[in-house]
């Protein structure tokens, strides 16, 4: 069975860093690209970064780059989001995805629970 | 970017209504969308790829079809426990973008 376990979330206070951790299991997730999707309270879904199946490619939308980046550790089958220079609007819960697809189709078909990120002094 | 604007944003239906519910993108996305649901205190669970394609276990009265810019959803009979907030996505091209979604509620 497919899992996606997030954690690392909790209250940071503006211009903070925090780290965020998916264990997958389940899968081979070294086969997998991977994805990080957030939620602010009471709000629609937003794509904030991708990372291919070897980490050697990554994607990020432009309120986070230069301030998040995507890893992954295969041996561990974990991903992570370093997120750095941590603002109100980055408050959100933060839900570590699994990528199909293929070209220019992708899709999320697994997502874990989410961890709550909330920014605020 | 591409904006994905969905509508209705909320839709009162009734157990065994058709559902029917729009996405259109700001440009040319091809087939390259995805529809999602997501449950009140729940994680978005994938019911839809490329488009048109049933993910596995969905059942079969959810359908998506469209291209380009024009996209549709349905659900052929509204069953209780569909009640949710459905979001459309574009994968096509980065930034990956999704629509506000369609709330669906009870009448």
């Known amino acids: 069975e497919v899992q996606l376990v997030e954690s690392g979330g909790g209250l940071v206070q503006p211009g903070r860093s925090m780290k965020l951790s998916c264990a997958a299991s389940g899968f081979t997730f070294s086969n997998y690209g991977m994805a990080w999707v957030r939620q602010a309270p009471t709000k629609g879904l937003e794509w904030v970064a991708t990372i291919s199946y070897d980490g050697s490619s990554t994607y990020y939308r432009d309120s986070v780059k230069g301030r998040f980046t995507i890893s992954r550790d295969n041996a561990k089958s974990t991903l992570y989001l370093q997120m750095n220079s941590l603002r109100s609007e980055d408050t959100a819960t933060y839900y570590c995805?699994?990528?199909?697809?293929?070209?220019?189709?992708?899709?999320?078909?697994?997502w874990g629970p989410g961890t709550m990120v909330t920014v605020s002094s | 970017d591409i904006v994905m604007t969905q509508s209705p944003t909320s839709m009162s239906i009734s157990v065994g209504d058709r559902v029917t519910m729009n996405c259109k993108a700001s440009q040319n996305v091809g087939s390259n969308v995805d529809w999602y649901q997501q449950k009140t205190g729940q994680s978005p669970k994938l019911l839809i790829y490329?488009?048109?394609n049933r993910y596995t276990g969905v059942p079969d009265r959810f359908t998506g079809s469209g291209s380009g810019t024009d996209f549709t959803f349905t659900i052929s009979n509204m069953q209780a426990e569909d009640l949710a907030v459905y979001y459309c996505m574009q994968s096509n091209s980065y930034p990956w973008t999704f629509g506000g979604g369609t709330k669906l509620e009870l009448k």
């Open positions: 995805t699994r990528v199909r697809g293929q070209l220019r189709y992708w899709y999320f078909d697994f």
């Open positions: 490329k488009a048109s």
